[in-house]
């Protein structure tokens, strides 16, 4: 196993670095705390943390203890917490906030990072007991959370050898695929099912692993860690292409907005400017995988034309894991790999079906074997011409504007379609200062309101008539209610926002 490099603190995080033998040690004291509680074998153990080097002890001590692990979002709702415990009936609940234990049963045993910290003091393990408890191949590791195919929440059981599978696969591609993985920088919630097959694959292959807890501060922490590769998901991309442009010096970002302009003219990019964006990403990233949903071609084009070559992935977590990927010996920009050999993945009436089961995702597999995603059938908008129209594609290609933070395009059974936008306050606030205007003064809500509308015109004219966006709202305070309506894969909830919205999307859009 490798060596665990986390951020560990209180307000101040440093990091820390823990060897493969301490890591294992204390994932094994900690354990031993979990079998004196006398939980029993099999029994539901709830996670709500943040990505942290805490969070990746527990799972293991609850590996190490036989006991199922069931992580759940640190944006959840308190009803979809209930949701969870209902079902699961867990044992007891972990968290790494006080304010997560509100949204625990009174009556639910809580521990928290102290008593876990406590009980990796010691020195003295009884290998006796836990051997009594090791878990067999068939016994279930973990239970993820999903939308299922008919949108309400399930939890799909995990085996052992379920993990034990796909982190092989994956493994597998990454090492015959001449990527340099000697470092690994885990961020995203292991409520996630990629990057936790991601970071168990690290493991396996030795890399070094860095936990960092959350995004906030991912280009601080890229650049402190200098990672190798890491997975993410499109909203985060978008959000770290954002991110470059707001600390980008006036120099460099006016080479930026340039190269972006003439980026199809000129056919490459410029040595300075791919030096100065590969430092912001700590300077050896060689491997960006994005994964859950398909992302936007275009903006995996332009970190790949960066200078961090960037990989789509297609992960099912009602199929268990990471399905197919892109590595840099087999890649194809605009489709989401080749499937992994585990898999028997076919096309069948434009749906894709894995090991013969429908997946609900509309999708295409070319000459070549690699693997496409037009989007999810439920969520295609219906227009009141007849038109079928793929949503996701538009609101990607909308959220690569780093002025635009969330976006959900609507239509169905209307006569077009139109938006719901959501800003990136950062930048709005850069742009405005850059121009000396006030945020509450006229002129700088045209002016914002102006580079909105030019980022729709920019995609319309790509589009045809019927996938144009011909109106749309700018929600100032972005989406009310935003975690609950947010998925686990960081996507609007359509029906949900649409029932909230309904009085506006009536009387404004249409």
Not at 20 to 35: E, S, T, W, Y
Not at 469 to 479: Q, T
Request: proline content about 4%; aromatic content about 8%.
């Amino acid at each position: 196993m490798s060596k665990v490099v986390s951020k560990i603190g209180g307000k101040h995080y440093d990091w820390r670095e823990v060897t493969a033998a301490d890591f294992i040690l204390n994932a094994k004291l900690a354990a031993c705390l979990l079998v004196r509680k006398k939980f029993k074998p099999g029994a539901k153990v709830l996670i709500i943390a943040h990505s942290s080097y805490w969070v990746l002890l527990m799972e293991f001590a609850c590996l190490y203890a036989g006991l199922t692990v069931v992580p759940i979002y640190e944006t959840a709702s308190k009803r979809q917490v209930k949701s969870v415990v209902d079902q699961v009936n867990p044992c007891c609940g972990f968290i790494d906030s006080v304010r997560y234990e509100s949204l625990l049963p009174k009556d639910l045993e809580v521990i928290g990072v102290q008593e876990l910290v406590e009980s990796t003091h010691g020195t003295r393990v009884n290998e006796k007991k836990l051997a009594e408890r090791r878990p067999s191949n068939t016994d279930v590791a973990a239970m993820v959370w999903t939308a299922g195919m008919d949108g309400k929440r399930v939890g799909i059981e995990y085996t052992h050898e379920d993990f034990l599978k796909n982190v092989d696969t994956v493994s597998a591609r990454l090492k015959g695929s001449g990527l340099n993985v000697d470092r690994y920088l885990s961020f995203l919630s292991f409520a996630h099912i990629s990057p936790r097959i991601f970071l168990y694959a690290a493991i396996s292959l030795g890399a070094r692993v860095g936990v960092s807890p959350g995004v906030r501060h991912l280009l601080k922490d890229l650049a402190d860690f200098k990672p190798t590769f890491i997975v993410s998901v499109p909203r985060v991309f978008d959000s770290l292409y954002a991110q470059i442009l707001d600390s980008a010096p006036n120099h460099l970002l006016s080479l930026l907005i340039k190269w972006q302009i003439h980026r199809v003219t000129i056919g490459k990019t410029s040595p300075r400017l791919t030096r100065k964006v590969k430092q912001m990403f700590g300077g050896c990233l060689e491997g960006v995988f994005s994964s859950a949903i398909k992302a936007d071609s275009r903006l995996l084009q332009t970190f790949t034309d960066f200078g961090v070559p960037a990989f789509d992935c297609y992960t099912s977590t009602e199929f268990k894991g990471v399905i197919s990927m892109n590595v840099p010996k087999q890649n194809k920009i605009g489709t989401v790999g080749v499937p992994l050999e585990q898999f028997q993945v076919a096309v069948e009436d434009g749906e894709i079906l894995i090991d013969g089961a429908k997946t609900g995702d509309l999708g295409a597999i070319d000459s070549d074997g690699f693997l496409s995603i037009n989007g999810r059938e439920k969520d295609v908008i219906i227009l009141r011409n007849g038109r079928s129209v793929l949503p996701e594609p538009l609101q990607q290609a909308l959220a690569t504007d780093p002025m635009i933070e969330d976006v959900l395009v609507i239509g169905e059974n209307r006569p077009y379609l139109a938006a719901l936008i959501s800003l990136n306050n950062q930048h709005k606030r850069k742009v405005l200062d850059d121009c000396g205007l006030d945020e509450d003064s006229i002129e700088g809500a045209v002016l914002i309101d102006r580079l909105v509308e030019k980022a729709i015109e920019k995609l319309n004219r790509l589009n045809s008539k019927d996938e144009s966006i011909l109106k749309y709202v700018i929600l100032e305070d972005g989406f009310a209610k935003k975690d609950e309506f947010m998925t686990g894969s960081l996507l609007l909830k359509r029906d949900a926002v649409c029932k909230f919205y309904k009085q506006l999307i009536n009387e404004v859009l249409y």
